[in-house]
């Protein structure tokens, strides 16, 4: 493997780091929302982060439309 591969899978796998240490304070901002009855709309790039979303919102029993792609 050379350096330029080895330099991009840590910047792939820390990217990836990002995206789940957000996902805990997004999760809690979004139940706040949630429970003020507010509408949103949430954009989000990374997958792990989405499936916490949702995870939430199911949990929250509240209707939602997921698009990926």
Known sequence: ????DDKYNCLLNAYALTGTAKA???VEFLETLIESR???????????VMDMIE???V???INYIR???
Not at 1 to 4: A, D, F, L, N
Not at 41 to 46: E, G, K
């Open 38 to 48: 507010v509408k949103f709309i949430v954009f989000a790039h990374h997958y792990e």
């Open 59 to 61: 949990k929250k029993k």
């Open 1 to 4: 493997m050379s350096s330029i």
């Open 55 to 57: 995870d939430a919102v």
């Open 67 to 69: 698009i990926d792609g």
């Open 24 to 26: 805990k304070g997004v």
